[in-house]
């Protein structure tokens, strides 16, 4: 999608800090962290967000959360990490391309904000 921010960084147009990448996915730092981990999972395939999503999104959907737990071993955060999709414009979603956040490295409070 031409105007999307996400896919202008997938397609190195805008620059970002790779993290991890494969033939289905890419992620990256976030630009503005909100824990000493935050990383954005993005698919290279766009979608605007969980609430557009179909049957043939499922394996996308699961493939983002293993990248997540890959790289929540890899950071060494398993005590306590979280993953999130923001979901619409009342959830703070302000980019629509879906994208997971994980986020992690300090303790997290519950419920969210
Ligand atoms: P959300 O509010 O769920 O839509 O999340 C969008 C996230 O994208 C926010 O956490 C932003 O800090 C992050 N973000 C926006 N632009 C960039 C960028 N160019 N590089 C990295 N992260 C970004
Ligand atoms: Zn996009």
């Not at 179909?54 to 398993?78: F, N, P, Q, S, Y």
Request: hydrophobic fraction near 40%.
């Amino acid at each position: 999608m031409s105007d999307c921010i996400f896919c202008k960084i997938i397609a190195g147009q805008i620059p970002s800090k790779k993290v991890y990448e494969d033939e289905l996915s890419y992620a990256f730092e976030d630009i503005n962290p909100a824990a000493p981990t935050h990383i954005l999972i993005i698919p290279k395939r766009h979608f605007s967000g969980l609430n557009t999503a179909t049957a043939e999104d499922a394996a996308i959907i699961g493939h983002l959360h293993l990248v997540a737990a890959k790289l929540g071993r890899e950071r060494k955060i398993e005590d306590g990490y979280r993953t999130v999709f923001n979901v619409g414009p009342r959830s703070g979603q302000t980019v629509f391309h879906l994208h997971l956040h994980l986020v992690g490295g300090r303790d997290l409070a519950w419920p969210p904000g």
